[in-house]
């Protein structure tokens, strides 16, 4: 069975602080590995996207890493700010025949940037 | 500006009542999706279309039902038959980045509370 586990379930760190959440699948056949970040009440909005032959991905102040041997995901913020408090969510996608692909929503990771 | 447009934002349903979250997209995307989210839980599928006049069952299709007679619009009816319908739901289309991947472009949601 397809799962996606994220650690830490929630986070609370201060303002300017660095953290690092982290996302392992079980996904196969593997296809990408998105990051997004959700606010709440909102949708979710993307934040990196990789394949299997990138292992590292930067959008502004988040880094994605990914090891596909040991099928595990980082999400690096640094410098955090008030508006990074949010959800971030782990998304891994399969493919299947026909070339549809089927995403794994990870529970995501609830980190709070205080003041 | 392209996007997805869910409405209304908050709704109401008393019990036994049936009701449709409206999903517009401006994005001219094939397929779009339906997900249900509850907390601490990740994001399930309950249905999706890839194209016209076509839809699939997802994870948790039971009390709910889609139709999708334009290509823009695919809403969603939740059905008396749904006995714990209180839930975030989430609206998506599939997009297709520059590095060949897919990846999701998601709504802002609708919260449905049973009164």
């Known amino acids: 069975k397809n799962q996606v586990e994220q650690s830490p379930q929630s986070l609370i760190i201060l303002e300017g602080k660095n953290c690092t959440l982290q996302c392992n699948y079980t996904v196969s056949p593997f296809s990408n590995l998105r990051w997004y970040k959700q606010d709440t009440g909102r949708g979710p909005v993307s934040l990196t996207i990789m394949t299997f032959s990138e292992n590292t991905k930067s959008n502004g102040r988040y880094t994605a890493t990914l090891d596909a041997d040991t099928k595990q995901s980082s999400l690096h913020i640094t410098a955090s700010q008030l508006s990074d408090s949010a959800s971030y969510i782990c998304?891994?996608?399969?493919?299947?025949?026909?070339?549809?692909?089927?995403?794994?929503f990870g529970r995501g990771t609830s980190l709070i940037v205080h003041p | 500006d392209g996007g997805i447009t869910q409405s209304p934002k908050y709704l109401f349903r008393k019990e036994g009542q049936n009701v449709t979250l409206s999903c517009e997209q401006n994005l001219n995307h094939d397929a779009m999706y339906w997900y249900r989210q509850d907390p601490g839980q990740g994001l399930r599928l309950i249905y999706y279309?890839?194209?016209?006049?076509?839809?699939q069952k997802g994870d948790i299709a039971e009390g709910y039902s889609v139709s999708r007679e334009k290509k823009e619009s695919f809403p969603l009816t939740v059905t008396s038959a749904q006995k714990n319908p209180t839930a975030f739901y989430l609206c998506?289309?599939?997009?297709?980045?520059?590095?060949?991947?897919?990846?999701?472009?998601f709504g802002s949601g609708t919260r449905l509370t049973v009164v």
């Open positions: 998506a289309s599939k997009v297709r980045d520059k590095e060949a991947a897919y990846g999701y472009t």
């Open positions: 279309s890839q194209i016209v006049n076509d839809f």
């Open positions: 998304v891994v996608s399969g493919s299947r025949s026909g070339g549809s692909y089927i995403p794994t």
